[in-house]
């Protein structure tokens, strides 16, 4: 995700005030800033339009404080909420708000969360093995480590984490965890640095980036509430609606890539000979492929360099 604070830059943040510009002109306009963060987009895009009004959804309950204090020049704007991305159907419609006019999703982990060594998202700090965006929650990485089987911690690593040593890695950690449970990053680190065979080690950055990946999307349930969300964001927005995502690995990039071309596709059965007025689109792709940031933002935001964007727009009400 992209931040504001200081030291943390949006991620592509002309881009994503570009494509949301006609969208959210109007006054009145609503935009669902689903991955709030620390606000970095949500202020940008709020100074850009004086009468937009913003819903911030996170579920990072420190993110949601330290955005309430950054945002609170703009008054009765915004309104800030705790819940997960796929809440947002049952959130607006609690608020009688059936349509809005931009949709922001910036996924995966903030750079505050990764700096904050008590997190346990990063593998260059040793801290408890925890990755909760959201800390009100049960299930921690440590949790996942010390009870589920070797079978279900491999396919957790090779789906999520695409990691090619996924099976010696779980094996490894089952072996560990029978002397004494795992707690810290730095225990997992050399697990999985011990696992993968050297000249493995020397390309793709850190070993255990793949690992990290795999289990923050477990202890989240990322992936299956960016599939539950990305339908019912679609379904929410008004015609001229815009939505815009931020992905930051393969798996994220493909499922939007997947929820965008069917939303923008004509179902008519084939072998008709017109189009059927009832399937046409009933949005079109503003981007072709993934954007990716310029090199002049990769050197002032190295972090930005795995970002992915895609973006649509509705245009026209379903049948």
Do not use: W
């Not at 925890?130 to 589920?148: G, H, I, K, S």
Request: charged share 25%; glycine share 8%; aromatic share 4%.
């Amino acid at each position: 995700m992209g931040e504001s604070a200081a030291g943390h830059l949006p991620v592509m943040v002309e881009e994503v005030l570009g494509l949301f510009e006609p969208a959210l002109q109007p006054r009145g306009a609503i935009l669902v800033d689903a991955t709030l963060g620390r606000a970095g987009h949500a202020r940008a895009l709020l100074e850009a339009h004086p009468g937009l009004a913003l819903i911030g959804v996170d579920t990072d309950t420190q993110a949601l404080e330290e955005s309430r204090r950054l945002l609170a020049p703009y008054g009765e704007r915004v309104t800030l909420v705790h819940a997960v991305y796929d809440e947002i159907p049952e959130l607006l419609s609690g608020r009688g708000d059936q349509r809005v006019q931009g949709i922001l999703f910036d996924l995966g982990v903030s750079s505050p969360q990764l700096d904050d060594p008590a997190r346990g998202f990063a593998y260059s700090y040793d801290a408890p093995l925890d990755m909760r965006m959201d800390q009100t929650r049960p299930l921690t990485a440590a949790e996942v480590l010390n009870t589920y089987p070797a079978r279900q911690l491999a396919r957790i690593l090779r789906d999520y984490g695409e990691e090619r040593f996924a099976r010696r890695i779980a094996d490894a950690v089952v072996r560990e965890r029978a002397r004494a449970p795992l707690s810290t990053t730095s225990q997992l680190a050399e697990i999985v640095r011990d696992s993968i065979p050297a000249p493995a080690r020397r390309t793709g950055g850190h070993p255990a980036k793949r690992t990290f990946q795999a289990l923050r999307i477990e202890v989240n349930g990322e992936l299956d509430a960016l599939h539950t969300a990305l339908p019912g964001a679609l379904d929410h927005l008004a015609v001229g609606g815009r939505i815009v995502v931020l992905a930051y690995h393969s798996l994220e990039d493909r499922a939007v890539k997947s929820a965008l071309a069917q939303a923008s596709a004509d179902t008519t059965p084939p072998g008709l000979p017109v189009p059927l007025e009832s399937a046409r689109p009933e949005f079109r792709l503003l981007t072709r492929g993934a954007q990716r940031p310029s090199e002049a933002e990769l050197a002032r935001n190295p972090r930005a360099a795995p970002a992915r964007l895609r973006a649509a727009e509705r245009i026209r009400d379903a049948a």
